[in-house]
């Protein structure tokens, strides 16, 4: 199992490990609630160096990879990033990514479960354009979520956040061979910004967040986040039906797979859920038939056995 580059700093604040995509990485570190409660309130850091990063460079990376993804790269400008779902010819989803355009390259940020297989989804599409593609490696990646994160980053960094558009980001010179991207996210709802950088492990970033007071926050609560912000994940979250929001009773969190039905009726499954502390109950993501649910109706999840009751909610839960 892969250990992170800020292992030693984890450690020492307590976290608490899990494997994720073969990298042992923060579950958390005190309680859920209290995580939450620091993105929500002022500012939280995460730890996300696991994630991949992949550069397109040649003359035909964007129209290379214009004709595998979603949004239309031939509009970027460097400076400027896309979300965007990976698909093949049938227009099935095979992935997500969001790609950042620098002067001589793309940039590819994509979770770690999903490097190889969008590493051989590229070479499958390559035939004779003019692009070559390559790992990175490990690369520094921190996200800093919260209503207090441009004036965190201001005060610790001294780089002003504030103005940067969504889908812009800002690259710092800090050193020989070495640059920083900063640019602001959308992964939970709340205030965020990503800092990434493939020369570094930004051990001296998260070094001057954590003397500023700056949280960490481990993935637990980070998933957390983004369920209660209604934010699909690929691999649980996405299919061709419809995703909907449930608040279910009790104090019982469905997982992934669980059945839903209606009258008797299954109608869809769970894909993502968690006991939300801000909200005080369950909720839940769930991929249903629009034309078997009702806003009103009594819903059922079967969670092993147990039939816990529930209804529509819309997104985002917060």
């Known amino acids: 199992m892969q250990e992170l580059r800020l292992q030693s700093y984890h450690d020492f604040d ?22 939450e409660r620091v993105a929500r309130t002022r500012a939280g850091m995460v730890d996300l160096s696991d994630r991949a990063k992949i550069a397109l460079t040649g003359s035909e990376r964007v129209p290379f990879l214009d004709g595998l993804v979603t949004p239309d790269l031939k509009i970027l400008t460097p400076g400027t990033s896309a979300y965007g779902l990976l698909l093949n010819e049938k227009s099935r989803v095979l992935g997500d990514l ?13 979770e770690a479960a999903q490097k ?8 499958k599409a390559r035939v004779s354009d003019d692009v070559e593609f390559r790992d990175l490696g490990p690369a520094g ?43 602001r996210v959308q992964s939970t709802g709340t205030t965020g910004y990503t800092i990434w950088s493939p020369d570094s492990s930004l051990s001296e970033e998260w070094e001057k967040f954590s003397r500023a007071g700056v949280s960490p926050i481990g993935r637990d609560a980070l998933e957390l986040l983004r369920i209660e912000a209604g934010i699909p994940r690929f691999g649980a979250d996405m299919d061709e039906n419809k995703l909907l929001g449930l608040r279910a009773d009790g104090d019982l969190a469905p997982v992934h797979g669980d059945r839903v039905s209606n009258d008797g009726r299954e109608v869809g499954f769970v894909t993502s859920a968690a006991w939300s502390p801000s909200l005080g109950g369950v909720i839940a993501l769930a991929i249903l038939r629009v034309d078997a649910v009702t806003p009103n109706g009594v819903l059922f999840i079967d969670r092993g056995g147990w039939a816990l009751r529930a209804r529509l909610s819309s997104l985002p839960f917060l």
């Not at 608490?16 to 609630?33: H, I, K, M, Q, T």
């Not at 190889?116 to 070479?123: A, K, T, Y």
């Not at 990646?141 to 610790?156: C, K, R």
């Open 14 to 35: 307590g976290a608490l490990f899990r494997n994720e995509a073969g990298w042992s990485v923060p579950a958390g570190y005190r309680s859920v609630d209290a995580e």
């Open 98 to 110: 969001r790609a950042y355009a620098l002067p001589d390259s793309l940039v590819l940020d994509i």
């Open 116 to 123: 190889d297989r969008v590493l051989g989804i590229l070479e």
């Open 141 to 183: 990646h921190l996200e800093v979520l919260g209503p207090n994160a441009d004036s965190t980053i201001g005060s610790v960094l001294g780089v002003e956040v504030r103005g940067v558009s969504r889908n812009a980001f800002l690259t710092l010179p800090s050193g020989r061979h070495r640059s920083t991207h900063i640019g």
